[in-house]
């Protein structure tokens, strides 16, 4: 009889969640109305993403509503329903980081309940993709910790980013998200955050035995760089990342001089989708120069083409960079970890 898949259920999320709540900071001063508590505020703030409403507002007055108010207490445990100003002032204060360790325990129960042995890949790996998004956008509200991006027409955008490490597999659907590192101005400092600093300091707070697996990171071409990538493996992690032509110049330059001496090895395979043949061409290259210099990092590069049998038209075409050693008995399964990496772009969060 088959063992039945475990499941965490929204209780056990909901029990992680409130774990982290008991000691968080409250930065009202003792005289002050204390008719809400942080840890409801929390909860309410939480109840909008987790239902993913589109509108804040429409869903605290959806919350104040009899229906709402039972799902409040009884899907959330929170006892009274803080409007979305006492939401703003109760939370303001409080650093992401007091509850950042929800994370680690979902996954430390996805990983005690064999669950992440069905996302293992490439010979027992966990991949792992890292992607920047933007959850926040104003022309006018700002705080210290803001980026900003300054118009033509005079005007300044303020937004506030992270990059969301997600484990992902091509055999799996689902996505399992990581904690987050957020791109903001570091205290102390007047220089703008970007995505690139914030994934240093994701490697470098995250040294590959946390996860209790070997680690492929995935990503896209800003990452394919020598820092980040020098730093992955310093921390112990392998990776697949995106490699453009546009912006690896010396890369591409090496690949043209060993396409000619016959270094360049092409896997051809066919495949039916159901409604034609694809033709997959896959070729792949050794210890190709990252950057020009001699101290140079050296990567393994591979390419996948897609090809419509019958009408020749090229429906797929992508190149990436790795420190896996390429085979052409492995290309195959490196391509698909490395577009496995779309399933965080279009993950709604």
């Known amino acids: 009889m088959a063992q039945k898949a475990a499941t965490l259920e929204i209780s056990e999320l909901m029990q992680f969640l409130r774990q982290e709540l008991d000691d968080l900071p409250d930065e009202r001063k003792p005289g002050n109305n204390r008719k809400y508590e942080v840890e409801d505020a929390v909860m309410a703030a939480f109840s909008v993403f987790f239902t993913q409403s589109p509108s804040f507002l429409d869903h605290q007055r959806l919350m104040k509503s009899n229906k709402g108010k039972d799902n409040a207490e009884s899907l ?42 069905k996302f293992l890949y490439l010979d027992g790996e966990m991949l792992v993709a890292l992607d920047g ?48 590192e957020f791109i903001k101005k570091q205290d102390g400092h007047q220089k703008q955050d970007c995505e690139n600093a914030a994934v240093k300091r994701w490697l470098n707070r995250n040294h590959k ?8 990171l995935l990503g896209d071409d800003l990452y394919s760089h020598e820092p980040v990538c020098e730093l992955a493996v310093k921390q112990g992690y ?95 399964e490196i391509v698909k970890a490395g577009r496995s990496r779309w399933k965080v772009e279009n993950y709604e969060l």
């Open 238 to 332: 392998n990776f697949i990342f995106v490699c453009l032509e546009t912006s690896h110049k010396t890369l591409y330059e090496w690949l043209e001089f060993l396409e000619k001496s016959g270094e360049v090895r092409t896997v051809e395979k066919k495949q039916w989708d159901g409604r034609k043949n694809l033709i997959y061409r896959y070729r792949y290259a050794s210890r190709v120069p990252l950057r020009e210099g001699d101290s140079s990092l050296e990567v393994n590069w591979c390419e996948v083409t897609v090809i419509n049998e019958k009408t020749q038209k090229t429906i797929y075409q992508n190149n990436w960079i790795t420190n896996h050693k390429i085979t052409e008995n492995n290309v195959e």
């Open 209 to 216: 035995n946390k996860y209790g697996y070997p680690v492929t």
């Open 133 to 180: 998004t933007e959850y926040f956008s104003s022309k006018k509200i700002n705080c210290p910790h803001c980026n900003c991006r300054n118009h033509r027409n005079g005007t300044t955008t303020y937004f506030h980013g992270c990059v969301t490490p997600m484990v992902v597999s091509p055999k799996q659907k689902q996505v399992i998200n990581l904690e987050p």
């Open 76 to 117: 959330f445990s929170i006892k009274k329903i803080p409007g979305d100003n006492q939401i703003r002032n109760l939370l303001d204060p409080v650093p992401a980081s007091n509850v950042s360790r929800t994370f680690q325990k979902v996954y430390e129960w996805l990983k005690e309940k064999g669950v992440l042995k």
